[in-house]
T-cell receptor
Framework: DAKTTQPPSMDCAEGRAANLPCNHS???????VYWYRQIHSQGPQYIIHGLKNNETNEMASLIITEDRKSSTLILPHATLRDTAVYYCIVRPDNAGNMLTFGGGTRLMVKP | EPEVTQTPSHQVTQMGQEVILRCVPISNHLYFYWYRQILGQKVEFLVS????????KSEIFDDQFSVERPDGSNFTLKIRSTKLEDSAMYFCASSRTSGGPYEQYFGPGTRLTVT
């Protein structure tokens, strides 16, 4: 079972920041927070991951609380193409570990 | 940018028939995975594969499923005797085995329809 809790859906206006929350209160010390997204029925796409420090890449920023029990994925300027299901997953950062997908958050970016 | 490819994009088969789904992982990746997603449901892990053997599998991956890396580039999932409930999107993924990070890169999927 997924170890994370996410709201089932969110809306965001195009051009605004999308802030997607995730609760992972039972996260272990060696587990990272990963974010993936799935656009329509395409294959899941890796976005970003982190352990305890905030992370930023060309797609998004990841803010992890100091106690690591929750995190927020930030899409700074959402576009219509960011409409997708976003999954927050916790797992060790080791080769070969499976991904356990929950229900995710369905983000709808509106014009 | 390197990507995982899958063929065919859509496979229709009759119940009881064997199907083989094919994947070409990213070339310098050595860990391979299969996941499936039944319409409207979650993405589910099936199996992971490394060094020519299964490293982990889920309860879904029963005796009717098998995986193989027949050559240096392809990775296949075989379903021996398909059932109606095998209808789903099947995703292949690959990841690095050393040096990190170990994010998994997914292919576009094969839609399997069993009639």
């Amino acid at each position: 079972d997924a170890k994370t809790t996410q709201p089932p859906s969110m809306d965001c206006a195009e051009g605004r920041a999308a802030n997607l929350p995730c609760n992972h209160s039972t996260i272990s010390g060696n587990e990272y927070v990963y974010w993936y997204r799935q656009i329509h029925s395409q294959g899941p796409q890796y976005i970003i991951h982190g352990l305890k420090n905030n992370e930023t890449n060309e797609m998004a920023s990841l803010i992890i609380t100091e106690d690591r029990k929750s995190s927020t994925l930030i899409l700074p300027h959402a576009t219509l193409r960011d409409t997708a299901v976003y999954y927050c997953i916790v797992r060790p950062d080791n080769a070969g570990n499976m991904l356990t997908f929950g229900g995710g958050t369905r983000l709808m970016v509106k014009p | 940018e390197p990507e995982v490819t899958q063929t065919p994009s859509h496979q229709v088969t009759q119940m009881g028939q064997e199907v083989i789904l094919r994947c070409v992982p990213i070339s310098n990746h050595l860990y391979f995975y299969w996941y499936r997603q039944i319409l409207g449901q979650k993405v589910e892990f099936l199996v992971s594969f490394y060094n020519n053997e299964i490293s982990e599998k889920s309860e879904i991956f029963d005796d009717q499923f098998s995986v193989e890396r027949p050559d240096g580039s392809n990775f296949t999932l075989k379903i021996r005797s398909t059932k109606l409930e095998d209808s789903a999107m099947y995703f292949c993924a690959s990841s690095r085995t050393s040096g990190g990070p170990y994010e998994q890169y997914f292919g576009p999927g094969t839609r399997l329809t069993v009639t």
